[in-house]
């Protein structure tokens, strides 16, 4: 094993579960604390002296909250630039340093108190809508006294567009701008995230939405740096890769070696804020064909030869960043890779994704077991006659799809309708019906079907 080897293992064997748990566990100071006072204390003593300490400890973050929102004003108010890095600083510093709980009682405060101001932007509007217009082709003139006439109109036109802009974009605009501030954002959106999944707050989520612009806007495409991911960078990058890995979990060093070596293929998109890991990954395996199954690409060994691929497949996309949901920076991804694997390897042609789809099979089941317990119930006859009087009962199969289920399931799979005899095939997680050619032909038609209509229709 080399050296670049030996440090991703050690590094991974050596992580931590969760740091950001570790780092705002008050429980682990407690526990410290009560097994250091345990020694040569009386019972008594102990209970006293930790119930002073219970008092300092919430004292203490209280002051630790009150000093992170101080320096968080003054990061938003302040104009003396040269003390702006050091008073930024301070504020990212004391962010990480509170728990989630103060962590969402500062966001809120950040979403409430330093909104735009309404009252402003309602007289603004007012004195707008109190202008006469001018009549006619007049705006057109560009005589002298047309240009002094609209004077005013451009004058609260700017005065409106400036009032709409909460004040807490003065901060973003500043972390953004400052080392490490974008990295920072998307954290605490990760945080904004956590926090609606509990309440949906609609201040909280308006701070979201102006973020999430502003986010969208410093990470547009020309902003991004595009990286072939190969066995030869550091280690630390290679960890990432392993550790972000959200489609096809890398089982270990001779797999990720696979991903990186002949006849695959991994970029990734980095921004200059955040050099040391990417924002978003895409892997891409060289085949002759299209692959019909993840299997053939996660098990292609040895691939074949790079001047024999025909087609480009990407088979899993990652982004590393939980703040930066619902950017999207896949869609520009793939295409920058597109055109440089064109440019690269012009033999080929054929550029596809094998892609998971989540909630599918889920809904299938569901949908499945419903209707034939459904039939079940109303003791429906196989003529589709018979269940046209029914409100709820729908047969999610074709009539020929029936009639090819019902001929192929043989001792694999039993029941009295094609709905049964798919449930009772797709169910068991031994898959059994992969092995057979007939069943596979059987299947493919309304397994095809049924997921471009529940894609469509966005139900899973």
């Known amino acids: 094993m080399n050296k670049k080897a030996l440090a991703i293992l050690m590094r991974a064997r050596m992580r931590p579960n969760d740091l950001s748990k570790l780092a705002l566990s008050p429980l682990s100071n407690e526990v410290n604390q009560m097994?250091?006072?345990?020694?040569?204390?009386?019972?008594?003593?102990?209970?006293?002296?930790?119930?002073?300490?219970?008092?300092?400890e919430n004292l203490n973050k209280q002051?630790?909250?009150?000093?992170?929102?101080?320096?968080?004003?003054?990061?938003?108010?302040?104009?003396?630039?040269?003390?702006?890095?050091?008073?930024?600083?301070?504020?990212?510093?004391?962010?990480?340093?509170?728990?989630?709980?103060?962590?969402?009682?500062?966001?809120l405060t950040l979403a409430k108190e330093y909104d735009l101001n309404r009252t402003q932007?309602?007289?603004?509007?007012?004195?707008?809508?109190?202008?006469?217009?001018?009549?006619?082709?007049?705006?057109?003139?560009?005589?002298?006294?047309?240009?002094?006439?609209?004077?005013?109109?451009?004058?609260?036109?700017?005065n409106l567009r400036h009032s709409l802009k909460p004040v807490y974009e003065i901060l973003f605009e500043r972390l953004n701008t400052h080392p490490g501030g974008l990295?920072?954002?998307?954290?605490?959106?990760?945080?904004?995230?956590?926090?609606?999944?509990e309440e949906n707050i609609a201040s909280l989520r308006a701070l979201d939405s102006?973020?999430?612009?502003?986010?969208?806007?410093?990470?547009?495409?020309?902003?991004?740096?595009?990286?072939?991911?190969?066995?030869?960078?550091?280690?630390?990058?290679?960890?990432?890769?392993?550790?972000?890995?959200?489609?096809?979990?890398?089982?270990?060093?001779?797999?990720?070696?696979?991903?990186?070596?002949?006849?695959?293929?991994?970029?990734?998109?980095?921004?200059?804020?955040?050099?040391?890991?990417?924002?978003?990954?895409?892997?891409?395996?060289?085949?002759?064909n299209i692959a019909q199954t993840i299997q053939e690409v996660l098990w292609d060994n040895p691939p074949i030869p790079e001047n024999e691929a025909?087609?480009?497949?990407?088979?899993?996309?990652?982004?590393?960043?939980?703040?930066l949901a619902g950017i999207n920076l896949g869609k520009f991804l793939i295409k920058r890779v597109i055109t440089l694997v064109k440019r690269d390897m012009p033999d080929i042609s054929v550029f596809a994704t094998l892609s998971p789809i989540p909630g599918f099979m889920q809904w299938l089941l569901s949908k499945l077991a419903s209707q034939s317990k459904l039939a079940e119930v109303e003791d429906i006859s196989c003529s589709s006659a018979d269940r046209s009087g029914l409100t709820f009962y729908e047969n999610v199969l074709e009539p020929e799809e029936e009639r090819a289920l019902m001929d192929s399931s043989g001792d694999l799979a039993a029941g009295k309708s094609g709905m049964e005899i798919m449930l009772n095939l797709l169910k068991p997680t031994s898959h059994e019906w992969t092995n057979s050619a007939k069943l596979l032909s059987a299947l493919k038609p309304p397994l095809m079907r049924l997921c471009a209509r529940n894609r469509s229709t966005k139900t899973y």
């Open 35 to 56: 097994l250091s006072n345990s020694q040569g204390n009386q019972s008594g003593t102990n209970v006293a002296r930790l119930a002073t300490e219970d008092g300092n």
């Open 63 to 107: 002051r630790s909250f009150q000093a992170v929102r101080e320096s968080m004003h003054s990061a938003i108010s302040m104009n003396k630039t040269e003390v702006l890095d050091s008073v930024l600083n301070e504020f990212s510093e004391g962010y990480f340093s509170l728990s989630f709980e103060n962590r969402s009682k500062l966001l």
């Open 121 to 158: 932007v309602r007289e603004l509007i007012k004195q707008y809508l109190g202008l006469q217009l001018p009549s006619g082709n007049a705006a057109q003139s560009g005589g002298v006294e047309d240009e002094g006439f609209l004077s005013t109109f451009y004058r609260i036109e700017r």
């Open 183 to 197: 990295k920072f954002l998307t954290i605490l959106r990760a945080d904004i995230f956590s926090i609606l999944a």
């Open 210 to 288: 102006y973020l999430k612009e502003k986010l969208s806007t410093w990470l547009s495409p020309a902003a991004l740096e595009l990286h072939q991911i190969t066995w030869d960078d550091p280690a630390s990058l290679l960890e990432k890769i392993v550790a972000y890995e959200a489609v096809h979990p890398i089982s270990n060093l001779i797999d990720l070696k696979r991903r990186l070596g002949v006849g695959r293929r991994c970029f990734g998109y980095f921004h200059s804020a955040i050099p040391s890991e990417p924002l978003i990954f895409i892997e891409v395996a060289l085949l002759k």
């Open 310 to 323: 025909t087609c480009a497949l990407f088979y899993s996309i990652s982004s590393t960043q939980p703040g």
